[in-house]
């Protein structure tokens, strides 16, 4: 260890100072205490010297003022006055006379007067004032010296004590510290030892067994990761060539299900509008029904008309035309009017309202409509493939509400829930109940559609709204006609569906908007969705 080591060791210098302020913090406390009883003990003798004074010299001064022996007077009060610590003698006799020795003080520390008395008789008063300055000085010099030595004694035990833990502590330390900066890697084979050590085991002894055992761990972990490391390299290999042949078979799979998915699209999509198409097949074959029923009457009315008008003709002819035959003939003719004329009413009604839903089934416009003459319509057409049942449809809508919609949406809501509730709600019953509920505010449009059938089954409440989803599996249900009414009411109508509890039979609430956000009108090009008076 280097002579540097040893002066610049920071713990060494650490200790060096602490036991340097110890030793000198005490050192200064057992002086201070030192002085203060010896000060005690010079204010004691002080006190003892007045008290002897008053015993030695009250008498002497007495009889020599009683004699006027004014220079033995003097001489005496001159040898008080030279004792230690005091610095002022005064003596007043009852005939006036003053002697005195010494520097007046102000305000003495000590003030002593005694009287004067000659055979009972008092002559005079002497005051004698003292003060410390004698006993300060003998305690700054004892103080000095004490201090002095002290320091010096602390100084040189401070500094053996330096040297003793350098030798025995800091020089080790210092070893163990250079030995952990140089470990690495290289070199674990070397050990770490100490110099000049006792046979006896201590705790750096200890320390140093704990230093060696983890560089031996450390070697045999930094073996293992080595391993690892190789091990983890030809992984890595193997790896990279699996993933690159996965890689493969995954693109390829992907491929695969693309296509796959491209064709299920296709084929929903073909299904979907295969179902909209049934649908109106159903509707025009209905519709189709309920026309022939009216124009049949007509063509039987007409053939009728045919024979009473020739007859009527036959009649002029062979001049054999009563007054009784033209009324009975006319009378039939206002009848059959009647009759074709009702028929062809309801013939129109029946195709103007297929008309409107039929083309809206197949284009996608937004129409101002009025909405309570469209959903008549709409169930008007849609009765036609229930005729024979005992439904009872309540409908409750605004007459005078007109508003900017896609109809076609409503067609095939409107069309799927009433379906649905005839082949569904109402299986094996002649008569229901269905309720058609339209309420509008500033804001939104909320349908409320309800029927009184056996309602939907809980198996498939939950995934109503999914595709393919039918409790007809192989009876003719495909499962899409409710997952068309979400679709258009989430995409197109922008809206939202859900299923309410119900005591009986479903009950759906449909809430569309009726003002588009701001922005989404500008960017659709579109007016806002509004409700026109």
């Known amino acids: 260890m280097s002579s540097k080591g040893v002066f610049n060791n920071k713990l060494s210098r650490r200790v060096f100072v602490y036991i340097f302020l110890c030793s000198a913090f005490l050192s200064v406390c057992s002086t201070f205490i030192q002085i203060y009883v010896d000060f005690k003990g010079g204010v004691s003798a002080l006190d003892e010297r007045f008290d002897n004074i008053e015993l030695s010299f009250n008498q002497s001064i007495s009889t020599s003022l009683w004699d006027f022996n004014e220079p033995l007077v003097e001489q005496q009060i001159g040898g008080i ?29 000590k003030v002593e007067q005694y009287p004067i008395n000659f055979e009972n008789n008092t002559i005079g008063t002497m005051v004698i004032s003292a003060d410390y300055q004698d006993i300060y000085q003998h305690l700054k010099q004892k103080a000095g010296f004490i201090i002095v030595s002290e320091f010096i004694k602390i100084f040189i035990v401070a500094f053996c004590t330096f040297f003793i833990v350098h030798w025995l502590i800091t020089k080790h330390l210092f070893r163990i510290t250079l030995y952990s900066k140089a470990l690495n890697a290289q070199n674990l084979d070397e050990p770490l030892t100490l110099h000049n050590r006792k046979q006896e085991v201590d705790e750096l002894d200890e320390l140093v067994n704990a230093i060696n055992g983890m560089r031996l761990t450390l070697k045999n972990d930094i073996v293992q990761l080595e391993d690892a490391e190789n091990a983890l390299i030809n992984l890595n290999g193997d790896l990279e060539i699996k993933v690159y042949e996965r890689t493969s078979k995954l693109a390829e799979s992907n491929q695969q299900l693309q296509q796959s998915l491209n064709e299920l699209t296709l084929a929903k999509d073909k299904l979907v509008q295969s179902e909209k198409m049934a649908s109106l097949g159903q509707l025009v074959a209905g519709v189709a029904h309920e026309v022939n029923t009216p124009l049949g009457i007509c063509v039987t009315s007409v053939s009728a008309l045919k024979e009473k008008i020739a007859e009527l003709n036959h009649a002029l002819i062979d001049k054999k035309l009563t007054k009784k035959q033209l009324t009975s003939i006319l009378n039939m003719f206002v009848e059959y009017e009647q009759i074709i004329e009702r028929s062809l009413n309801k013939a129109v009604d029946l195709i103007r309202g297929f008309k409107s839903v039929a083309v809206e089934h197949h284009t996608d416009p937004k129409l101002n409509i009025n909405l309570a003459q469209h959903v008549n319509d709409v169930v008007n057409t849609v009765k ?6 005992n439904y009872v449809i309540k409908i409750n809508v605004d007459p005078a509400l007109n508003l900017v919609t896609f109809p076609s949406a409503w067609n095939q809501i409107l069309t799927n829930f009433l379906t649905n509730s005839h082949v569904h709600g109402f299986e094996d019953r002649n008569d229901g109940e269905i309720s058609i509920d339209f309420q509008a505010n500033d804001e939104n449009l909320v349908l409320v559609y309800q029927d009184d059938g056996k309602g939907i089954n809980v198996d498939v409440k939950d995934k109503i709204f999914d595709p393919f989803v039918t409790t007809k599996r192989g009876l003719g249900g495909s499962g899409l006609g409710m997952n068309i009414v979400y679709n258009l009411v989430n995409t197109k109508l922008g809206g939202t569906i859900k299923i309410l509890e119900s005591e009986h039979g479903c009950c759906f609430v449909v809430k569309v908007p009726l003002v588009l956000e701001e922005e989404q009108a500008i960017k659709k090009g579109t007016p806002n969705l509004k409700v026109i008076p």
């Open 384 to 389: 036609t493939l229930f005729k024979h049942k």
């Open 81 to 109: 006055q030279r004792l230690p610590d005091i610095r002022h003698v005064k003596i007043t006799t009852s005939f006036g006379k003053v002697y005195e020795v010494g520097n007046v003080i102000d305000n003495p520390p």
